[in-house]
């Protein structure tokens, strides 16, 4: 059988194929770590008694109790480095000790942060918040590898998609969370949305813990014997049974392929072979960068100042309105993703985040100053207009950008490098998150003089036209380099990148799924990679 571990959706009856959704789409609940933890940190550090804590008292009367610029840019920053580097992490450990022993062990690990930001000294919580930014990290890459290597094909980009889903639901959870503890007069206003994280942690790493293996991870290491029990479990039939030796001796012949052209550690995720691992790799490390650069979380990380300059005094109330749109119109792109196709739903999705963001620029600079340009009056109307083109802008990157970028992470690497190219891919996205969390205040507030003044460009709502000219770069990268990849086994994607052209690639796709060619069947020198294979299983 041909078909993503778990089948080909179509030759898997449907009680199987439930079961098979259920094993991979609970990996989705590692969203809600990344989503949840990369919300709170904005709404602790406003809280009263954190800043009693944690902060320093103006004399002058004039802040109160405030946090020093360079102090709020490394509590904020710091998960970020973390991030980035768990993510290189996740390539070793998930072909060290696995995918599934590495998700748990990542538990362990955002744990540990988890409980050293529960603490008063300012050291013990920044160094809390490194480790569960490492936490965080390996987690953002082990989900996709896991998931995308056990759902069956004709659902993968939905089951992958539910880990966006989940990021989003953790964002929404902590705004929730976070103002329902603000007011506590005590450090229990903060620490309660800290802990609450040992909850998501527990529940992933229990549920993983009854997870099976990645049978491609098994067939990587040579256990033929674990591997088909694993396959087996995901396709609920007997481990001996056709299927799953067909399925077996699929991965296994384009693992064998790989590995012979892959050979040489990072360097081999780099070389332009048949394979094409160095067009894979920097598509996804590139792809990764242009999600950050769609400007998204200028909404989610600065976006309450933005709207409340834009006429709305709760930003409560704003938080909850681009979460709830973001999350809501995730659902929709998860059904999107395996219907409509991925490279046609980036190319809309940039096109859609273009307009929205140019339309908000103009408006914001001709009739708008959301700004507080020249502390001239505000025009409502026009600033309604704001607010309704950032929530289109915010549901086009939630039906496109959002969830697809992470199902393509998952997919479009070989085996032999996948855990490799993966890391790099998530690697870039931490950095450019970092990169751009960190310059976007400098771009967008006005200058400050005194002796803690910052020299700013003041862009203000300008900012939206640089985040429209990103989308421009969006559309382009994605016409040049991203294939169609809607239904296609994980093996069937090499097929493709071997003999395809990236901008030919739908109608090379739809031809494989016509003809229902299969790595084993096409591969010339099958013969000779089925022999590797047989030398693999028998040193197993
Ligand atoms: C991005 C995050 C972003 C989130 C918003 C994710 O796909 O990688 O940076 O905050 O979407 O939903």
Same mark, same amino acid.
């Given at each position: ?27 989705a609940?590692?969203?809600i770590?990344?989503?949840y ?9 406003a ?11 103006d004399?002058?009367g ?7 610029t360079?102090?709020?840019? *490394?509590?904020? !920053?710091?998960l ?5 580097f768990?993510?290189?992490?996740a ?9 599934k022993? @590495?998700l ?12 050293l930001? %529960? ?10 918040r490194?480790?569960? @930014?490492?936490?965080?990290? %390996? ?8 998931? &995308?290597?056990?759902? +069956?094909?004709?659902?993968?980009? =939905?089951?992958?998609g ?11 959870l !902590?705004?929730?969370v *976070?103002? &329902?503890?603000?007011?506590?007069p005590?450090?229990?206003s ?8 040992f ?7 229990? @549920?993983m813990?009854l *997870? ?19 396959l ?5 039939m007997?481990?001996d049974s ?7 001796l ?11 052209? &892959?050979?040489?550690?990072? =360097? ?6 048949e ?5 894979? $790799?920097?598509?996804?490390?590139? =792809? ?17 100042t933005f709207?409340k300059?834009?006429?709305? !005094?709760? +930003? ?7 979460d709830?749109?973001?999350?809501? =119109?995730?659902i ?11 490279r046609r ?13 140019f339309?908000?620029?103009?408006v914001?600079?001709?009739?708008g100053?959301?700004?507080g340009i ?5 025009? %409502?109307p ?10 289109f802008?915010i549901a ?11 199902v393509? $992470? ?12 993966m &890391? ?7 950095l ?8 976007? +205040?400098?771009?967008?507030?006005? +200058? ?12 203000g709502?300008k ?12 559309f382009i ?20 990148y071997?003999?395809?052209t ?21 591969f ?17």
């Open positions: 059988m041909a078909g993503g571990a778990g089948g080909t959706g179509g030759g898997v009856n449907s009680s199987s194929l439930l079961w098979s959704i259920v094993l991979s789409a609970f990996a609940f590692g969203g770590l990344f989503g933890d990369t919300g709170t940190i904005g709404g602790i550090i809280m009263q008694d954190w800043l009693e804590k944690f902060g320093k008292f004399t002058t004039q802040l109160g109790w405030y946090i020093p360079n102090d709020k840019s *490394l509590v904020v !920053s710091i970020s480095a973390g991030t980035f768990g993510a290189l992490c390539s070793p450990m998930a072909d060290f000790v696995g995918r022993r @590495g748990i062990a990542s538990c362990a690990v955002f744990c540990l942060g988890v409980g930001q %529960l603490d008063t000294h300012w050291a013990v919580f920044i160094i809390g490194v480790i569960a @930014g490492l936490g965080v990290g %390996l987690v953002s890459c082990l989900i996709p590898m896991y998931q &995308s290597e056990t759902a +069956p094909k004709s659902i993968r980009g =939905m089951i992958v539910l880990y966006q889903l989940a990021i989003t639901i953790g964002a929404l !902590s705004a929730i *976070l103002n &329902s503890t603000q007011h506590r005590n450090h229990s903060w620490r309660i949305p800290i802990a609450v994280q909850v998501w942690a527990a529940v992933l790493a229990g @549920g813990f *997870l099976p293996e990645s049978p491609r991870y098994l067939l990587l290491k040579g256990r033929q014997a674990e591997a088909r029990a694993s087996g479990r995901l396709m609920t007997d481990p056709p299927e799953v030796e067909a399925e077996a699929e991965i296994n012949t384009a693992l064998v392929v790989e590995q012979r052209v &892959s050979q040489g550690g990072y =360097m081999a995720c780099f070389r332009n072979n394979d094409k691992n160095g067009l894979r $790799t920097w598509t996804g490390i590139l =792809m990764q960068g242009w999600q950050q650069l769609t400007g998204i979380n200028f909404i989610f990380y600065y976006g309450t709207f300059q834009a006429g709305i !005094s709760n +930003p409560f109330i704003i938080t909850i309105i681009a709830v749109v973001n999350t809501v =119109m995730t929709v792109g998860v059904q999107l993703i395996d219907r409509v196709g991925r739903l980036l190319l809309i999705g940039a096109a859609g985040m273009c307009v929205s963001e339309i908000v620029a103009i914001g600079v001709t009739a100053h959301p700004g020249g502390g001239t009056a505000v025009n %409502l026009a600033q309604r207009v704001l607010i309704a083109f950032t929530c802008y086009f990157f939630a039906t496109s950008w959002g969830p697809v970028i992470w393509l $992470t998952g997919e479009l690497f070989p085996l032999g490098v996948r855990a490799k190219s &890391s790099l891919a998530v690697a870039s996205n931490w450019w998150n970092f990169g751009i969390g960190y310059a976007t +205040p400098y771009l967008v507030d006005p +200058p400050t003089t005194g002796p803690n003044g910052v020299n700013a460009a003041n862009l709502v900012v939206f036209f640089i985040w429209g000219g990103t989308c421009v770069g969006c990268f994605t016409y040049f380099f991203i294939p169609e990849t809607k239904g296609l086994s994980l093996e069937q994607i090499d097929l493709l071997r003999e395809s990236i901008i030919n690639s739908n109608q090379f796709r739809q031809r494989i799924l016509d003809e229902n060619q299969t790595f084993t069947k096409n010339q020198d099958e013969k000779e990679a089925v022999e590797h294979g047989e030398d693999i299983k028998q040193s197993a």
